[in-house]
């Protein structure tokens, strides 16, 4: 494959972008990986080329503040120790995903996420006259993460009207939060996400499992 050659000036922009969360899927109807690439972005868009409106019924997981979604990827290297020269990196055992996010929602429904609360161990209160409505989350017996996907998407400085999207197939939001209740802070909740290989979608060049997907619009319409 050929380096990336020259100054694109256009693609240098900053990410006010949202994130959006759905189940992850367990099959996928394609067979190339192109057609299952499309599959997996028409799960929050109406189209899986186009990659423009959002589909039916979807909505921001919640508001992001201003530190965005931030990214750590990382190789875990095989070093190969040659006894004349040089250590050098001789293959990758694998490539590592993961994202963290604040939200400035605080509330049961986004904390039972993070735990994979089930129903039952999420107690409703209905409000009445005399009695106001309550959420109240069980916390601490869970013990089997959830298997989500997430898409976070902004738009495009090259192509206005365009958006560029990190998708990740599958993932668990991991049992790290941060969260904060002070006088002088909003009560923003701190989440990681953690990609898990999804075999549905093997990589085209190893055969090995994706763990996220990039997408860069290039060009406007014609």
């Not at 240098?12 to 949202?18: C, T």
């Not at 530190?67 to 590592?96: C, H, Q, R, W």
């Not at 916390?139 to 206005?160: E, I, N, T, Y």
Request: hydrophobic share 35%.
């Amino acid at each position: 494959m050929a380096l990336a050659t020259g100054i694109n000036k256009n693609s240098i922009q900053n990410a006010p972008g949202k994130i959006y969360l759905l189940a992850a899927p367990t099959t996928v109807v394609g067979t190339t990986t192109v057609a299952i690439t499309k599959e997996l972005y028409a799960k929050f868009l109406l189209d899986g080329d186009i990659r423009g409106p959002l589909g039916s019924g979807i909505v921001a997981y919640g508001t992001m503040n201003k530190a965005g979604y931030k990214e750590t990827i990382k190789a875990k290297e095989l070093m190969a120790e040659p006894n004349a020269g040089g250590d050098f990196v001789a293959a990758y055992e694998s490539i590592d995903y993961e994202a963290t996010f604040t939200l400035l929602e605080d509330d049961v429904d986004h904390s039972k996420d993070v735990l994979s609360a089930s129903t039952a161990q999420v107690l409703t209160i209905t409000a009445s006259s005399t009695q106001a409505g309550r959420s109240t989350l069980l916390g601490g017996g869970q013990r089997f993460p959830a298997d989500l996907m997430a898409l976070v998407r902004w738009p495009s400085k090259q192509c206005p009207g365009e958006f560029i999207h990190t998708l990740v197939p599958c993932c668990n939001l991991k049992i790290d939060q941060s969260r904060e209740r002070s006088r002088g802070k909003l009560g923003e909740t701190t989440y990681k996400l953690v990609a898990k290989d999804f075999e549905l979608l093997p990589d085209p060049t190893t055969g090995l499992p994706v763990k996220w997907i990039e997408d860069y619009v290039t060009n406007p319409k014609s």
